[in-house]
Each structure stands twice: as structure tokens, then as C-alpha cells.
Nanobody
Framework: QVQLVESGGGLVQAGGSLRLSCAAS????????AAWFRQVPGKERTFVVA????????DYADSVKGRFTISRDSAKNTVYLQMNSLKPEDTAVYYC????????????????WGQGTQVTVSS
């Protein structure tokens, strides 16, 4: 089992940048697919990006492609989400998640979750 803790959210102006971190404990991230989701009040949690830890394979939602970058640091057992050119519509609670196998963008397929971190982009 793995425990996930996110950090790095905050308030930023449109066009700005933030970097989120997700530190894993309990087991190494290399055993999992790591992903970021986001959620706004009253809506379902939506997929942002995933990374296959060992292969480095990534999958981005169209809405963030070219602006967000996922990366990993095996030594720190941490995954990062670099968010550039932020827009007000990126405002959400961002969650780190993990599952054992590749290929799903549906939040219910993910077994492990962090507590979430708020990202607010002002116009």
C-alpha cells in the first residue's frame, strides 16, 4: 500500500506557473502508475495526466497538453506537476493518485489518493 501527500498549491495570476509535488511513502512509486486529477465543486473528478513510472510513458488531457508537464524523481519517490500558462479554468483541487496498471483516465480505477491541494488562478 502507498500513501500520497500533495503540496505546492496556491493562488496565482493567469499566465503564471505553479509546481505541485506528490510524495509517496509505504511503497516505491515504481510499482504504480501515478496520475493527477482535479475537481471543482459539484463536478466529478477529472483526469489531468498520468505517468508510467518505469517506462516514463505519459498521457495528458487535451486541456493541459503543452502547458502542464508531469515528471518523477525516483530518489525522492515523488512525482511533480509543473503547470505553466495557467488559466482561470484550471482552478480546482488537484489530487495525486496511483494504481497498478496503465490505461485508465477514470478516477474510480485509481486505488490510492492524496488529500488534495487547492490551485486558484485569478484573472
Amino acid at each position: 500500500q502507498v500513501q500520497l501527500v500533495e503540496s505546492g498549491g496556491g493562488l496565482v495570476q493567469a499566465g503564471g506557473s505553479l509546481r505541485l509535488s506528490c510524495a509517496a511513502s509505504g511503497r516505491t512509486f515504481s510499482s504504480y502508475v501515478a496520475a493527477w486529477f482535479r475537481q471543482v465543486p459539484g463536478k466529478e473528478r477529472t483526469f489531468v495526466v498520468a505517468i508510467n513510472w518505469n517506462a516514463g510513458r505519459t498521457d495528458y488531457a487535451d486541456s493541459v497538453k503543452g502547458r502542464f508537464t508531469i515528471s518523477r524523481d525516483s530518489a525522492k519517490n515523488t512525482v511533480y506537476l509543473q503547470m505553466n500558462s495557467l488559466k482561470p479554468e484550471d482552478t480546482a483541487v488537484y489530487y495525486c493518485a496511483a494504481r497498478y496498471s496503465w490505461g485508465s483516465r477514470w478516477y474510480k480505477d485509481y486505488n490510492y489518493w492524496g488529500q488534495g491541494t487547492q490551485v486558484t488562478v485569478s484573472s
